[in-house]
């Protein structure tokens, strides 16, 4: 199985901040990388595809990079509706495994 | 629109079974796979397994070692998944959700509480 870890596992930032989150594959998987955003009591929103294919209707502010085993998801200026948890996730083979989560908090 | 929609909460007795359903619309039901996502009170999202609708053909987690069964009923346009043996630790809320370029759909997420 491909174990994916994410770092941090929770940050303080403020809005207008620029936020970066890790995530990394412990093998290599190309870019079948997909981020999700979560709110509190509600389903994960996709946000990035194929490690940097934005979303349709996802604002341009996200954007993600990376292939092989590390990627980064980032924010260019974090909005009051971005305070969430961000899971990163592997389409490469079975089983497609999440990573562990990064909670994005009010600083 | 695309719309995954569950059925309802469910309480269960461990060592027992539960069925979820997820009923599918505006979309192709044939074309694209269905995943199911399990997440614990409080904790992050695990894979459970996925379906391709058109052959039936399904994939699932070592982790839930035999104790679920992923399956189609294509006249209705629906997918169920059934964990049996359930413990403490089944207690989560379940999401199907469809595959496209990334899980791009998901369903409201179905409680299982198994207690005694």
């Known amino acids: 199985d491909i174990q994916m870890t994410q770092s941090p596992s929770s940050l303080s930032a403020s809005v207008g901040d620029r936020v970066t989150i890790t995530c990394r594959a412990s093998?290599?998987?190309?870019?079948?990388l997909n981020w999700y955003q979560q709110k509190p009591g509600e389903a994960p929103k996709l946000l990035i595809y194929?490690?940097?294919r934005l979303q349709s209707g996802v604002p341009s502010r996200f954007s993600g990079s990376g292939s092989g085993t590390d990627f980064t998801l980032t924010i260019s200026s974090l909005q009051p509706e971005d305070f969430a948890t961000y899971y990163c996730?592997?389409?490469?083979?079975?089983?497609?495994?999440f990573g562990q989560g990064t909670k994005v908090e009010v600083k | 629109q695309v719309r995954l929609v569950q059925s309802g909460a469910e309480v269960k007795k461990p060592g027992a079974s539960v069925k979820v359903s997820c009923k599918t619309s505006g979309y192709t039901f044939t074309g694209f796979y269905v995943h199911w996502v399990r997440q614990a009170p409080g904790q992050g999202l695990e894979w459970v397994g996925w379906i391709n609708p058109n052959s039936g053909d399904a994939d699932y987690s070592q982790k839930f070692h035999g104790r679920v069964s992923l399956t189609r009923d294509t006249a209705v346009n629906t997918v169920y998944m059934e964990l049996r043996g359930l413990t403490s630790d089944d207690t989560a809320v379940f999401f199907c959700a469809r595959d496209s370029l990334g899980i791009d759909s998901w369903g409201q997420g179905t409680l299982v509480s198994v207690s005694t």
């Open positions: 996730q592997q389409s490469y083979s079975i089983p497609k495994t």
């Open positions: 093998q290599t998987m190309s870019n079948y």
């Open positions: 194929a490690s940097s």
